[in-house]
């Protein structure tokens, strides 16, 4: 098994003058999924080597068995600071594709061709691409095989309005998760703002916030072991 894991190079938070970028639970959660599964990872950015990660994530209430056990493993840490730049991957070389989220992929992801045409590639040939929290936004540009939106028609799910209103970040984002979702025709569904909820549909594994990147990392392997 061949896992692609894409995370963001954008560290700025809109015009507010605060940082963001990845959030650890959503890189930490999955990475132990697959690993602890055999799976062999290849974690790549735009930029290349180290992602910026979300100052947020990292306060002690964020704090998960999975950020705890990253924080404890050099070899996690070492593969997450020199990440391969996004334009040297070839699609054919994994079975699937995983984002985590966080407010960067909003940047830079959303808007990056390199990925869009990853995604495009790798749901074409039938692999499974998953997003969790704001990673669903990586699909704003991303098309089917006909030229509709890939999520029209889907069960998708992403970060919630209500979750970006707690956060007081409506304002600041390029786009909201949740509207763009429905815009493109997703068929949007969402659970209890910060609990867990993963919707699958077909190939595409989309979770709702940070809570859901454990269950749709897991959702992943079971595409992977069908």
Do not use: C
């Given at each position: 098994m061949n896992i692609l894991l894409v995370l963001t190079s954008h560290d700025e938070l809109?015009?507010?003058?605060?940082?963001?970028?990845?959030?650890?639970?959503?890189?930490?959660?999955?990475?132990?999924?697959?690993?602890?599964?055999?799976?062999?990872?290849?974690?790549?950015?735009?930029?290349?080597?180290?992602?910026?990660?979300?100052?947020?994530?990292?306060?002690?209430?964020?704090?998960?068995?999975?950020?705890?056990?990253?924080?404890?493993?050099?070899?996690?840490?070492?593969?997450?600071?020199?990440?391969?730049?996004?334009?040297?991957?070839?699609?054919?070389?994994?079975?699937?594709?995983?984002?985590?989220?966080?407010?960067?992929?909003?940047?830079?992801?959303?808007?990056?061709?390199?990925?869009?045409?990853?995604?495009?590639?790798?749901?074409?040939?039938?692999k499974p691409v998953a997003a969790v929290c704001h990673a669903p936004g990586v699909l704003r540009h991303v098309k089917a095989a006909n030229g509709e939106p890939l999520v029209k028609g889907k069960k998708v799910a992403g970060f919630t309005n209500t979750e970006e209103a707690a956060v007081q970040l409506t304002?600041?984002?390029?786009?909201?998760?949740?509207?763009?979702?429905q815009e493109n025709g997703g068929n949007y569904s969402k659970g209890a703002d910060w609990q867990p909820y993963v919707v699958t549909d077909g190939n595409l594994i989309t979770g709702q916030n940070p809570a859901s990147s454990e269950p749709a990392a897991e959702e992943l392997l079971k595409l992977l072991k069908k």
């Open positions: 809109g015009n507010t003058g605060h940082k963001t970028g990845f959030w650890l639970e959503e890189f930490a959660a999955p990475y132990y999924v697959f690993k602890d599964a055999g799976a062999t990872l290849t974690l790549a950015s735009p930029a290349g080597g180290q992602p910026p990660l979300d100052p947020k994530s990292d306060d002690p209430s964020a704090q998960t068995d999975a950020t705890k056990r990253f924080k404890a493993d050099p070899a996690a840490q070492q593969a997450l600071a020199s990440t391969v730049k996004l334009d040297s991957v070839s699609a054919a070389d994994y079975d699937a594709v995983f984002y985590p989220g966080g407010h960067g992929p909003l940047w830079d992801l959303a808007e990056d061709k390199k990925s869009i045409e990853l995604i495009e590639t790798l749901y074409a040939a039938g304002d600041v984002v390029p786009f909201l998760v949740e509207d763009m979702l």
